[in-house]
C-alpha cells in the first residue's frame, strides 16, 4: 500500500515528488529547504514531510513519526496541516496503531478539497485496511478513484488502484484485482516512478498466488526483487508475501526460516504491524512443521499485538492457529470444540474464508472423535461447500471433508468417489507447478485424502485397492511428463558462479582457512537458483497408476513388493503371478529404527575398520531387520526377483545387505508406476561414457581399467571431466559410468552435487538433458541417497534421472573405499556387457566380491542399489 503525494514546483514539492523514484535523494533535498532561511511554515512542513515518508519507504518508523508530527506542528495553513496529518496517520498504521491512525486521517478528511479529498480517503482505506473493516477500505479507495478520475489526477488513481487491486488479491476476490494492479503500474511507470511501479508488479505476484499460479508468482517476486536491489531500497515486509506463496506449495523448511528472518528484522525495525503478521506466520509454520510448542507460543504474541493494534480480525486469525495447536496436541473436550466453531465463525464473516475452512474440518473430526457424529456430519458438510471454488488446495479440502462426512454415514463407497476427486484436482494444479521441486513439496496436500482412501481400502481387505490407493499419490511427481529447465542464461550464469564459488569453498576448507564470505555467496546464489528454476511453467500431463493386471503382465517371474504406511503400521502389498495379497509387516518405527541401525553398522564397517565386533553387529541388524521385512512374505518369494517400492525412511535401505535379499535381482523404485514406465522404455543405443572426476586417483584408474571391458566409450577424465562436458555427453548415451566424489544435500537434494574438473555438477542441472542415458553407473559416495518429501517424492539425482526417461541407476546408499569399489566396478561392467541384466549383474557382482568373513567387502558391496527397472 502506498501513501500520498501532489505535485508542485517548489524545492520542498520536489522533495516529496522524489520519494516514490528514490527516498534518499528525497532527504537529500528537503533537508536542503529546512537549512534554507527563505522557506516559510507550509514549505518547511511538507520538506519534514518528504523525510518523514522517505524514511518510512526505507522502514525507518521512528524517524518518519518524528519528522511527520514535526510537519503537523509547523504547518501554516489548515490545508498543510491536514496533509500532514494524513501522511501521519499513513505511518502509525505501519507501526501498528491503527486507532490513532484512524483518528488522525479522519480528523484531516474536513480540511480537503478537490485531489488533496481524494488522497485523503485513500490513505483512510489504507488504515481502514490495516484494521481488517475491508468492504470499508474498498469503499474508500474507490471514492478516491472517482475524485481521481474527476481531478485528473492520474498518481492519485494508479496509488487508489494499487491498494484496492492489493486488498482484493489478499481477500481471494477476483474482480478487478489484474486490471487494477496492471493499470497502476502502468501508470506509475508513465509517471517516472519506478519504486511505485515495482510495488506494484509485486502486488500482481501476490494475486497470482493467491489464484494458485505459482509459477508466475514466483517469477514475478524474482523480477521485482531485482528491481528493489537496483533502487536500492529495502523491502522487509515483502518476506511476509515470500513466506504466503512458500507455504502454498508448500516449501515448509524455507518458510520457516523466511518467517523467522521476518520476525528478526521487522522487530529490529520497529514495524509493529508487519512484526505481528510475521509472529503469526512464524506460527503457521511451526504448526504444519508439528513443532506445536513454538506455533501456540508465536500466536499468543501475535494475538496480543493484534488486540493491542485494534485488528480484532487478525486476532480471531491467530487464535485460530492456537486452537488448532491444541487439536494436534491431542485435546479432544467440548471446550475445544465451541472455540473452534466460533472462531470458524469469526473467521467466515471477517474473509478469512480458508483458515475458517481447515478450523471447521478439524472441529468435526473433533466432534466425530467424541462421539457426536451428527454435529460432527453437520460441520464437514458445510465445509465440503469449498468443493466448488477457490484454490486447488481449498477445493481438495472440501472434497476430504464431504468423504470424512460420507464415512461418518457409512457410505465408504462415496466417500472413495469425493477422496479420488479432490487428487484429480489437486493432479491438475501439480502439472501446473513446472519445477521438479514445486511439485515435490506439493505432495503435502494430498496426504490426508490418500491416507483416507487407503484407510478405507486396508480395511475392506483388499490388496488391489491398497495398490491402488499406495500409487495414486505415492512419487508423483514422477508419474508427470517433466518440464525441462528455460534457456535462461541468468539460470546458466547463476550455476556457473556457484560452481566457481563452490570450488573456492572447498579450497578454503581443506586449507583449514575461514570462508565465511564464501559460505554467504554459495546460500545466496543457492536461493536465486532456486528462484530461477521454479519459474518453469507446466501443463504437462499425467500418467494413471497401473492396476494389478498391467503390473503382473509386465513383472512375469519377478515379484513386486509395494510398501505402505498406514497410520502407524507398516503394510506391504505383494503382486506375484497376478495376484496381489496384502500383509502386516508390524509397527512402522520399528521398521525405521532398524534401518537406521543396519546402515550405521555397515557404515562404520566401512569407514572405521573391519573387526568382528563391527561384524557380528552389523549381521545382527540385518538379521533383525530383515525379519520384520520378509518373513511374512517369505513362502510367497521363493527365489524369484524382486522389485520393491520403500517407503520414506526405507529408501536407505542397502537391500543387498539383508539376507533375504543377497545374491536375489532387487530392483528399488519410488512407485509400481515408475517401475513399470521405466521397465517398459527402450534405452538409447549411443555410445557408452566414462568419467572420473579429481582428487580420486583410484577413480581414474577404475575408468580406464573400464575402458578396457569398454573399448568404444568416450572417456571424460582430468581437465576434460566438466559438468558442461559430461552433462553433453550424457544425452542419448546407452551408458554412463561416473567416479567421482559425491554429495547428497539432505537440506535441498536438487543441490547434491558430483565433483568434477571446473567444480561441481549439481542434480538441477542434469533437468536440461534431453534425451536421457539408458543405463547410468554412480560409483560416489551417497549417489543413490534420496530426499523423501510428503507422498514419497524422491528428489536428487536418483529422481531427476528416473523422471527424465534413464531405465536404470546404479548407486550407493553408504560411503564406500575408492580403491575396493573398482574390482566391484569391473564385474559388473563385464556382466552387463555379457547381456546379464543390470540387477542380476549387480547382484552377481556383489556375491562374488563379498567373500566370507570380510565385513568391509561385504559392507562395500551392499552399499551399491539397482534403481529404477533392472
Known sequence: ????????????????????????????????????????????????????????????LTGALRHLRRAVRAAGTPRTQALARMSLGYVLANAGRTAAALRAVTAALPQLTGADAGRARMQRGVVLHYRGRYAEAVRDYGIAIDIAQREGDPLLEARARNNRGLLNAHRGSPGGTDDDLSRAAAAFRRLG???????????????????????????????????????????????????????????????????A????????????????????????????????????????????????????????????????????????????????????????????????????????????AAGRVDRAVALLDVAALARRRGTAPRRAQG????????????????????????????????????????????????QELAAEGLDIAVRA???????????????????????????DPDLFAA??????????????????????????????????????????????????????????????????????????????????????SLHDLGPLAEAVHLTRWHRFALRRLVTTGDTPTAQ????????????????????HLGDRPLVIVPVGALHAVPWSGLPTCAGRAVTVAPSATAWLRADGRCPPAGPSVLACGPRLPAGLAEVRRLGQVLPDATLLTGADATADALTTALDGAGLVHIAAHGTFRADNPQFSTLELAGGPLFAYEWERVARPPGCVVLSACD????????????????????????????????PVPAEPTTALMLDLHRRMRGGVRPAQALADAQQAFAVPGDGTAGATAAAFVCLGAG
Open 1 to 60: 500500500m502506498s501513501d500520498s503525494t501532489g505535485s508542485g514546483a517548489t524545492a520542498a514539492q520536489a522533495a516529496l515528488d522524489a520519494v516514490q523514484r528514490y527516498p534518499p535523494e528525497a532527504i537529500t533535498i528537503a533537508h536542503r529547504v529546512l537549512a534554507g532561511q527563505t522557506a516559510d511554515d507550509d514549505e518547511r512542513s511538507t520538506a519534514e514531510r518528504a523525510i518523514g515518508l522517505a524514511l518510512r519507504e526505507l522502514n525507518d
Open 783 to 814: 549417489s543413490g541417497l534420496t530426499g523423501v518429501r510428503p507422498g514419497d517424492e524422491v528428489m536428487g539425482f536418483t529422481a531427476v534421472l528416473l523422471a527424465l526417461g534413464a531405465r536404470c541407476l546404479i548407486a550407493t546408499v553408504l
Open 461 to 487: 481387505g483388499s490388496p488391489a485397492r491398497t495398490l491402488a490407493w499406495a500409487e495414486r499419490w505415492r512419487a508423483n511427481t514422477l508419474r508427470m511428463r517433466p518440464a525441462l529447465p528455460p534457456d
Open 616 to 635: 557380528a553387529g552389523a549381521r545382527h541388524a540385518a538379521a533383525t531387520l530383515d525379519r520384520q521385512l520378509f518373513e511374512p512374505l517369505r513362502r
Open 193 to 259: 516512478l519506478d519504486l511505485a511501479a515495482a510495488d506494484a508488479r509485486w502486488n500482481s505476484g501476490i494475486a497470482a498466488g493467491q489464484r494458485g499460479e505459482i509459477a508466475m508468482a514466483l517469477r514475478c517476486f524474482a523480477d521485482v526483487d531485482e528491481e528493489y536491489r537496483r533502487l536500492a531500497v529495502p523491502r522487509p515486509a515483502l518476506l511476509l508475501d515470500r513466506f504466503e506463496l512458500l507455504l502454498s506449495v508448500p516449501l515448509l523448511d524455507e518458510a520457516v526460516e523466511v518467517a
Open 495 to 580: 550455476l556457473t558462479e556457484l560452481r566457481l564459488v563452490s570450488s573456492l569453498l572447498e579450497d578454503e576448507v581443506l586449507a583449514g582457512r575461514p570462508a565465511h564470505a564464501l559460505r554467504s555467496r554459495q546460500a545466496r546464489l543457492e536461493q536465486r537458483i532456486q528462484d530461477l528454476a521454479r519459474r518453469v511453467p507446466g501443463g504437462s500431463g499425467v500418467v494413471t497408476p497401473p492396476g494389478v493386471g498391467v503390473l503382473a503382465g509386465r513383472l512375469g517371474s519377478r515379484v513386486l513388493v509395494e510398501l505402505v504406511a498406514h497410520g502407524e503400521r507398516l503394510r506391504a502389498v505383494l503382486v506375484r503371478d497376478g495376484r496381489a
Open 399 to 446: 472434497w476430504y471433508a464431504l468423504a470424512r462426512s460420507r464415512r461418518l454415514t457409512g457410505d465408504d463407497a462415496g466417500a472413495a468417489r469425493a477422496l479420488r476427486r479432490g487428487l484429480a484436482v489437486l493432479d491438475r494444479h501439480r502439472t501446473s507447478l513446472g519445477a521438479t521441486e514445486l511439485r515435490a513439496h506439493s505432495g503435502t496436500y494430498g
Open 261 to 368: 528472518a521476518a520476525v528478526r528484522e521487522l522487530h529490529r525495525r520497529g514495524m509493529a504491524s508487519d512484526l505481528a503478521e510475521a509472529l503469526l506466520a512464524q506460527a503457521r509454520a511451526a504448526l504444519l512443521a508439528d513443532d506445536l510448542d513454538t506455533a501456540t507460543a508465536a500466536a499468543a504474541q501475535a494475538r496480543v499485538r493484534f488486540r493491542r493494534q485494534g485488528r480484532r480480525t487478525w486476532a480471531v486469525f491467530a487464535r485460530h492457529v492456537e486452537l488448532r495447536a491444541e487439536f494436534r496436541r491431542g485435546t479432544r473436550t467440548p471446550a475445544l470444540l465451541t472455540a473452534m466453531v466460533r472462531t470458524a465463525g469469526q473467521l467466515d464473516a471477517t474473509g478469512w474464508s480458508g483458515p475458517a475452512l481447515t478450523t471447521r474440518i478439524e472441529a468435526g473430526l473433533l466432534a466425530a
